[in-house]
């Protein structure tokens, strides 16, 4: 039995705050959960359950893939945040005006419907889904909701210990208001052990922990705070950009940070801040635990979490490798981070945001074909990820991942590091971020 958590429980009554028409707020009224959120016309409907940065983008290739199609964009947050470039401004070399930007401004532009709600349940049967204002069916259904942070993996049932973690040593890896106490437990940071736990793969942004910590080394060097970042990595090495981030470290911040491999975490334990794993006992004096990721609620709400041979769940929606499709329902796709393995050689696409949008219009593609009654051509998706190193002179160094389909059918990847950090690198991931903003936001 797969565990769906109790999917959010849905709440009757909700309050309504949504757009449900592109550009327009509509004024609160109480709904009733069970209502429909908007009637079905005669054109065929997409439905997007989750608008970052797969599902946003998928929502505005549609209009143009499948312009007959009526497209709408389900979303619980106010506005669009990026995690990418985040690291970064925790330092302040961007301000949080780059990192949030308007959701109706794109669904205007673009003639998609917007509605601001928590998603409660996806019922597949019925081609339907549940939010706190109400249901909406689909013709098709594309569930892009990242990832979720599997805390029950080291704590069970723990609520009390689960709650501790949360509110005093959070990641910030899903947008949320996580982010602004990371940003500020590093500034406020006075001296000691930071620690740091790295999920075991596949997670969220595979280079992005070694960024941060290279950034709160940074910081610890450049105000002479006392004290050493301690990076668990359950793996065996750094990877990706192993030797650029080796090299950073070796470098850069010989007495700050102390990297440990094979430090898969045993048992934490928030109240007395320690820390088991097969690599050792860690004490800290303050932290960032990222437990292990697995593909977000919704996924699991809609019964589409694969299964390994032995029957227990993989975490994460199990999909047709090239169309992209759900296994076993293809009016379902899944879209972004919640994507499960793809290919014999590599697994997962990285989990990141350049594969979330690209991916993200690959399948608007495939939808437009198949509602003009065309062949899907199948397309595969590149990578591209810039990670900041140093932070005076500011230094990155980048990855790069290629995809090509065997004549077998399976998929193969080539992986070019680089890791010389250059300030060119950190120029070319803010025009990478130009980039994608304009492709999907305004
Ligand atoms: C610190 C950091 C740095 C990163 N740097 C990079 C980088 O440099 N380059 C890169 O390519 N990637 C980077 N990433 C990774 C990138 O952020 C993710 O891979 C990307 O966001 C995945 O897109 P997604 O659409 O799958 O998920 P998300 O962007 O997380 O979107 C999921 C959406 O679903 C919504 N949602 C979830 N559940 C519900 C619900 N029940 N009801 C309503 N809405 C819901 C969420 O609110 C969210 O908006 C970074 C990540 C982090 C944390």
Known sequence: MINRRGFFGASAGAITLAATTPGALAAPTILNSTTEIMPKGKAPRVVIAGGGWGGLSAARHLREKAPDAEVVVLERNPFFWSCPISNKWVIDIVDSAYLMHDMLAPARKYGYKLVQTEITNIERDKKLVRTSQGTISYDYLIISDGIRDAYDVWFGNDQKAIDHTKLNFPSAYIPSSQAMTVKNKIRNFKGGNFVMTLPPPPHRCPPSPYERACIIAWHMKTNKIPG???????????????????????????????????????????????????????????????????????????????????????????????????????????????????????????????????????????????????????????????????????????????????????????????????????????????????????
């Open 228 to 442: 050493k970042v301690i990076i668990l990595d359950p793996k065996p090495r750094i990877m990706p950009i192993g030797g650029g981030f080796k090299a950073a470290f070796d470098e850069l911040y010989p007495d700050i940070i102390q990297y440990v491999p094979n430090a898969g975490v045993k048992e934490v334990d928030p109240f007395k801040k320690e820390i088991k794993t097969a690599a050792g006992d860690f004490k800290f004096d303050d932290a960032i635990l990222m437990p292990p990721h697995q593909a977000g609620n919704m996924v699991w709400s809609a019964d589409l979490i694969g299964k390994t041979p032995d029957g227990k769940p993989t975490n994460w929606a199990a999909i047709h490798p090239t169309h992209l499709h759900a296994q076993g329902d293809d009016s379902v796709y899944i879209v972004g981070d919640a994507m499960g393995a793809v290919s014999k050689q590599f697994g997962h696409y990285p989990k990141s945001a350049h594969v979330a949008n690209y991916v993200g219009k690959i399948v608007a593609g495939y939808i437009g074909e198949r509602l003009a009654g065309k062949q899907v051509t199948v397309r595969l998706p590149d990578n591209l990820c810039y990670m900041l190193v140093n932070g005076s002179p500011r230094e990155a160094i980048s990855v790069q991942f290629d995809y090509e389909l065997l004549p077998d059918g399976t998929i193969k990847q080539t992986q070019i590091d680089i890791d010389v950090r250059t300030p060119d690198l950190l120029e070319e991931d803010f025009k990478w971020a130009k980039r994608m903003f304009t492709d999907f936001l305004v």
